[in-house]
Each structure stands twice: as structure tokens, then as C-alpha cells.
């Protein structure tokens, strides 16, 4: 996973540093859209609730990556992050990314992120291919033209 572009706004990350190479990035699991060329940031869901994020840190979530819109651990931290919902009373979701915890808005997703950048950039879904290995990749999946799973992907994507 990369985080990096949304922790701390930079044009590049460390598993892939050629962002420049695309209109547009869909980052934070559909949360965030990125225009490389234009260095611009389109948060695509509101900002992490800082109670939330202040329960995760005094609950000891390690590791905990807050992002403009995600908030993210690794398993089994899952179990914490739903008991910080629960005691907030919030209406968030959780999604799972192969040992990956990630709590996003309701709604919020990789689909939901290409339809943004679809919109942005005039462009139809039919004309999309996607490429997924996770369960986080479904709606994405289905979202496109034409879908491809990844040699190494889960059986459910397959």
C-alpha cells in the first residue's frame, strides 16, 4: 500500500514514483483524487474525526495511518478500530485489503473514486480496465469496462 501521497502531499510515493504518468489517481481506497500535473489534491470524503483518531492512539492501534480521508491499520487491530466506532456512535465502514484494516465513509471505495475521476476527466466506465487482487477491489471490479484479477489475487476476485 501507499500512503505516502496522502500523508504528506507529495506528486510521487514509494511504490510507484512515476504518478506523473497518469491524469488522475484514485489514492485512499476512492477517498482522495490526485491531477499529477497539476500537483492537485481532490478529497473525494470529509476528514477523519480527530476523537476517532485520539481513541485508536490511546487504544495503542499500531501501526495507525490517518490520511485526508482514511484511516488505516492492519489486522487483527480491526477489532479496536470497531469498538472505537461503536463507542463514537459513528456510521463508518470498515474494508479489508489482505491483512489490511482501512475506515472510510459509507459509500466510500475504489468505485466510487474512478466515477469521480471518470466525471473529472469526461471519460466513460466502458473504456476502463481494472486490475484487483483484494477484497477491496469488488466494486472497482465491477465498476469498469473490463476486469482482470491478478495471478496472485484472492479466490473471491478471481
Known amino acids: 500500500m501507499c500512503w505516502s501521497l496522502a500523508e504528506n502531499s507529495q506528486t510521487s510515493c514509494a511504490c510507484f514514483p512515476r504518478l506523473d504518468l497518469f491524469d488522475r489517481v484514485v489514492a485512499e481506497n476512492g477517498a482522495l483524487l490526485f491531477e ?4 492537485r489534491e481532490a478529497p473525494l470524503a470529509p476528514e477523519p474525526l480527530h476523537p476517532l483518531v485520539e481513541a485508536l492512539h490511546r487504544m495503542r492501534v499500531v501501526p495507525l495511518s490517518v490520511g485526508r480521508s482514511i484511516i488505516a491499520t492492519w489486522e487483527p487491530n480491526e477489532k479496536l478500530v470497531l469498538e472505537a466506532i461503536r463507542e463514537h456512535g459513528l456510521e463508518l465502514q470498515i474494508v479489508f485489503n489482505k491483512g489490511a484494516v482501512m475506515v472510510l465513509p459509507p459509500g466510500v471505495n475504489k ?3 474512478l466515477k469521480a475521476a ?3 476527466l469526461g471519460l466513460s466506465a466502458h473504456n476502463v480496465v481494472s486490475i484487483g487482487d483484494a477484497e477491496n477491489d469488488h466494486a472497482f471490479l465491477r465498476a469498469s469496462g473490463y476486469a482482470v484479477a491478478v ?3 484472492l479466490s473471491a476476485i478471481k
Open 36 to 39: 499529477p500535473a497539476a500537483k
Open 118 to 120: 471518470l466525471v473529472d
Open 151 to 153: 495471478a496472485n489475487a
Open 111 to 113: 468505485a466510487s473514486g
